[in-house]
T-cell receptor
Framework: QKEVEQDPGPLSVPEGAIVSLNCTYS??????FMWYRQYSRKGPELLMY??SSGNKEDGRFTAQVDKSSKYISLFIRDSQPSDSATYLC?????????????WGLGTSLAVNP | EPEVTQTPSHQVTQMGQEVILRCVPI?????FYWYRQILGQKVEFLVS????????KSEIFDDQFSVERPDGSNFTLKIRSTKLEDSAMYFC?????????????FGDGTRLSIL
């Protein structure tokens, strides 16, 4: 079983839609969960960062972690064309500050005006 | 906002040649990382570096790879004898020191093309 699984899409939505992105994972030792956004020919840009289970909201973005189901989600409200990018989930164990990230494949999102 | 800077943005090298990829991490950060992303594949961890030594490395990071922080600001990745399969985007990341967990901040990467 792969450590982190993420549907690559592509996902195409109209402007203003609510977008739901998700990842599943197999390693129960993962404690830190991140969502990065990556535009074409750019590096990953941190969007959301969550420790353990629960929800975190930042503007139009909400991250959810369900450790019992080994499932994380990112919701984007009122999606904009500028949200068109690849969204990568990443996670790591609680192993001090040298924490390698394990990544999903990324979901390609297109928000159509 | 401070950022991680990587140079060059694109490097084309003949197979068998040595290549050095350069990174300037965020100035007050103490932990440094290299990742790579082969086209169409996941981002993969290569190595982490702290206090002038490797903290952890992956199976990919074999004897052909080395890292160095030569002057207190740059962080380099060297590939001694490049192979075709080394063609990928290489990303540098850094985090601050101190207690607690800190997210990694990434540069825009170097696209390495091996001919």
């Amino acid at each position: 079983q792969k450590e982190v699984e993420q549907d690559p899409g592509p996902l195409s939505v109209p402007e203003g839609a609510i977008v739901s992105l998700n990842c599943t994972y197999s390693n129960s030792a993962f404690q830190y969960f991140m969502w990065y956004r990556q535009y074409s020919r750019k590096g990953p840009e941190l969007l959301m960062y969550t420790y353990s289970s629960g929800n975190k909201e930042d503007g139009r973005f909400t991250a959810q972690v369900d450790k019992s189901s080994k499932y994380i989600s990112l919701f984007i409200r009122d999606s904009q064309p500028s949200d068109s990018a690849t969204y990568l989930c990443a996670m790591s164990t609680n192993a001090g500050n040298n924490r390698k990230l394990i990544w999903g494949l990324g979901t390609s999102l297109a928000v159509n005006p | 906002e401070p950022e991680v800077t990587q140079t060059p943005s694109h490097q084309v090298t003949q197979m068998g040649q040595e290549v050095i990829l350069r990174c300037v991490p965020i100035s007050n950060h103490l932990y440094f990382y290299w990742y790579r992303q082969i086209l169409g594949q996941k981002v993969e961890f290569l190595v982490s570096f702290y206090n002038n030594e490797i903290s952890e490395k992956s199976e990919i990071f074999d004897d052909q790879f080395s890292v160095e922080r030569p002057d207190g600001s740059n962080f380099t990745l060297k590939i001694r004898s490049t192979k075709l399969e080394d063609s990928a985007m290489y990303f540098c990341a850094s985090t601050p020191g101190g207690s607690g967990n800190q997210p990694q901040h990434f540069g825009d990467g170097t696209r390495l093309s091996i001919l």
